[in-house]
């Protein structure tokens, strides 16, 4: 039955042979390895590994989906905070440092300010309002979102914090304020596929490690 599925007479063909080996190996590995859904704002790639148990031997099934209610949900958070929020923010956030500072516009202090000002405090709220309305708005609990929340929000603000002050320094040195956010809109989109990885990613190790370099209640309890 196998060379006939294969197309492939059992002959003196020695690509069937090389074929049905491969096959066996993959078979072999899908014993040990198992291929999840991984999820994004705006699509799942389905793994589907070759486990048929006889000799039938297929190719991986490979379907894109878009995740039409993560699209509109991670949208929404972008009309409903990220662009008026972000529109007086960074008006202000210049005119609070020409007029109030009176430093020089595009000098290396202006940019270093606005760079500094914005990652401390623009950054981290950016970052709170989004992990807990991505929470409410999967149905969580208040406890559920406050927990994740204390999960995702030190790993994402290590991580972010050696990229946005990069995208930043470019921004307000070359781009002038009225562009601002939509230079920065161009980025917030990998930003939020970023952002929802590390939700998805849950309790890994990894942010477990991140989440304890900050020192924590018990922590400074046993240090007093």
């Not at 914005?118 to 979102?145: C, E, H, N, R």
């Not at 994402?156 to 230079?183: D, K, S």
């Amino acid at each position: 039955m196998v060379p006939e599925l294969l197309g492939n007479p059992p002959g003196e063909d020695t690509g069937y042979k090389l074929r049905l080996d491969l096959g066996i190996w993959r078979h072999s590995c899908s014993n040990h390895y198992s291929f999840n859904c991984q999820e994004t704002p705006s699509f799942t790639v389905l793994h589907q590994s070759p486990l048929d148990e006889g000799h039938d031997i297929q190719e991986e099934d490979k379907e894109l989906k878009i995740n039409w209610k993560r699209v509109a949900t991670t949208s929404l958070f972008g009309f409903g905070f990220v662009g008026p929020v972000g529109h007086y923010w960074y008006e202000g956030l210049d005119r609070y440092i020409r007029l109030r500072l009176c430093l020089q516009p595009n000098s290396f202090r202006f940019v270093a300010t606005k760079v500094a000002i914005d990652g401390f405090i623009f950054g981290p709220l950016d970052l709170l309002v989004f992990f807990t309305y991505m929470g409410f708005s999967a149905g969580k609990s208040f406890p559920q979102v406050k927990e994740n929340v204390k999960r995702d929000f030190v790993p994402a603000l290590i991580l972010e914090g050696g990229v946005w002050p990069i995208v930043q320094v470019a921004n307000f040195r070359y781009i002038p304020v009225r562009y601002q956010l939509l230079y920065v809109n161009v980025f917030c989109l990998l930003d939020s596929c970023f952002l929802s990885w590390i939700e998805q990613q849950e309790d890994a190790p990894w942010k477990q490690w991140l989440n304890s370099l900050l020192p924590s209640k018990e922590k400074r309890g046993q240090g007093g």
